[in-house]
């Protein structure tokens, strides 16, 4: 059965290709681009401004292209930015009455500036952590402020300024970052590691889960490190997206996650068989698998604004590569298709968000960036 359309209410051109975006507030948008020089093989972005008119109101250059961009689930005006110079940046969003603008705190070298940040994650249980992914396949959890220090963003705002920054060569430039010295989860990727997520619920709040190129799923233990299960037989392609439950999204499936792949599908997975203390290891199956094929690659997550108001709406908004973007309910026996956001996208769609009142995507090659009546 084909699953109906949603309406675009606006769509614009962007000037760059945009590879991620935030909703800031309901009124602004953040997104974050990429631009490849082909004959220097340099990658630059930039962080652009919209209102919800997708009226353009800033925009901010990076000399590392912006593969990722998310806000902190704790205070909304800390932003981070995931660079494809192998740096993580936070900025502070300041509100004028003319709208929105960006400040930078700090820039940070997660790892060398040859490998790009794949993906980055905010901490659900504490607010000053970090999850970072590399294509190198590495995988970092990251802490922005000192241990025993409040958290807000004058704090790290003052943390970051007591830091010496030291001197890179990128792009044939020099840089300048804060050297992160945090050691990599003790277990990386073959291939490219493309992301990562945060277990939230009880039994799996000391958990960090990463997927990578190799078709490997992997979850880790916060408390050491380790990884304490691995598989790469469930998926038929890279991993490049994972979902795990919350309070507000499947909060009865606590030991369920989500994943998506370039091998187009979704899949529901149970790990009920990862306790507190013991753990299974290597290619050990989860206890229970299902899977949808939505027609293109599994790239990203974004869950429904209705999830907050309807427990039982477990409602997400799917980027799908190359099939634009999609709903989709999470029902206990079935993933079903809602609406599709795919007119207007004529390349890869790799980024997407919700507001209360719309919903934002954004497709790579031809430079869309639409908002859809939700």
């Not at 250059?61 to 932003?79: E, F, Q, R």
């Not at 300024?161 to 804060?178: C, E, L, P, R």
């Not at 998926?235 to 989500?258: C, D, M, Q, W, Y």
Request: with cysteine; aromatic share 8%.
């Amino acid at each position: 059965m084909e699953v109906p359309g949603i309406n675009s209410c606006a769509k614009i051109t962007t000037s760059h290709p945009p590879c991620c975006l935030r909703i800031f507030r309901d009124n602004f948008l953040l997104v974050g681009t990429y631009d490849l020089n082909k004959s220097t093989g340099h990658r630059t972005g930039s962080i652009d401004v919209y209102d919800r008119e997708l009226t353009s109101i800033g925009s901010y250059s990076t000399y590392g292209a912006i593969l990722d961009l998310k806000l902190s689930p704790h205070l909304d005006t800390l932003v981070a930015t995931g660079h494809s110079t192998g740096n993580l940046t936070l900025w502070r969003i300041l509100v004028t009455a003319d709208g929105i603008e960006l400040e930078e705190i700090c820039n940070i070298q997660i790892f060398d500036p040859d490998v790009l940040v794949s993906s980055l994650h905010f901490s659900p249980n504490n607010c000053e952590s970090i999850l970072v992914t590399g294509t190198s396949g590495e995988s970092k959890v990251v802490n922005v402020l000192r241990e025993g220090v409040t958290f807000s963003l004058n704090a790290v705002t003052d943390h970051y300024d007591s830091v010496d920054s030291s001197t890179y060569k990128v792009q044939g430039k020099d840089t300048f970052a804060v050297e992160d010295t945090t050691p990599a989860l003790t277990s990386g990727h073959s291939l490219e590691c493309w992301t990562g997520e945060f277990g939230y619920l009880h039994p799996l709040q000391n958990v960090v889960f990463t997927g990578g190129d190799d078709s490997v799923l992997q979850a880790h233990d916060l408390r050491t490190a380790n990884v304490i299960w691995s598989n790469g037989r469930i998926h038929g392609a890279g991993v490049v997206a994972i979902k795990s439950s919350t309070e507000t999204f499947r909060a009865n499936k606590p030991t369920s996650i989500l994943t998506g792949s370039y091998d187009d599908n979704m899949r529901d997975l149970d790990l009920r068989m990862l306790g507190d203390e013991i753990y299974p290891g290597v290619n050990v199956p989860p206890a229970g698998k299902r899977e949808k094929c939505l027609g293109g690659g599994v790239w990203r997550f974004a869950e429904s604004p209705r999830n907050l108001i309807d427990p039982s709406a477990n409602e997400l908004l799917v980027c799908c590569m190359y099939n634009g973007a999609k709903v989709v309910r999470v029902y206990d026996d079935e993933i079903q298709e809602i609406r599709n956001m795919k007119k207007g996208h004529e390349s890869m769609c790799y980024g997407g968000d919700w507001g209360k009142r719309f919903a934002a995507t954004c497709s790579f090659y031809d430079c869309s960036l639409q908002l859809w009546d939700i």
